[in-house]
Nanobody, 121 residues
Framework: VQLQASGGGLVQTGGSLRVSCAAS????????IGWFRQAPGKERAFVAA????????YYADSVKGRFTISRDNAKNTVYLQMNSLKPEDTAVYYC???????????????WGQGTQVTVSS
């Protein structure tokens, strides 16, 4: 599966933004997908994940209640709707195929290019 994130930008604190992850490859619609982010000087961290059928989601505590992950398998696209954004959400956001679930979620395969999200205070 090849994944490409897009849709980042600059938004004010409290604002909203939706980023997209376009998936390609014959197994794209049958792959669990996760969003991760990497802030300057920090390690890449898990944000949210969704199962291939779209029925089950999982979020990091830091974004629970503010972010929503969804997918449209007809378009081979996974979305991350981000509301009530905070300056600490500023990071490069990446999507990746994932394995495991809950605290055991891990990415696998290539990362692809991320998309920059900047939240101004």
């Amino acid at each position: 599966v090849q994944l490409q994130a897009s849709g980042g930008g600059l938004v004010q604190t409290g604002g909203s933004l939706r980023v997209s992850c376009a998936a390609s490859g014959r197994t794209a619609s049958r792959t669990d997908i996760g969003w991760f982010r990497q802030a300057p000087g920090k390690e890449r961290a898990f944000v949210a994940a969704i199962t291939w059928g779209g029925r089950t989601t999982y979020y990091a505590d830091s974004v629970k209640g503010r972010f929503t992950i969804s997918r449209d398998n007809a378009k081979n696209t996974v979305y991350l709707q981000m509301n009530s954004l905070k300056p600490e959400d500023t990071a490069v956001y990446y999507c990746a195929a994932v394995t495991g679930w809950g605290s055991q979620i891990k990415s696998f395969g290539s990362w692809g290019q991320g998309t920059q999200v900047t939240v101004s205070s």
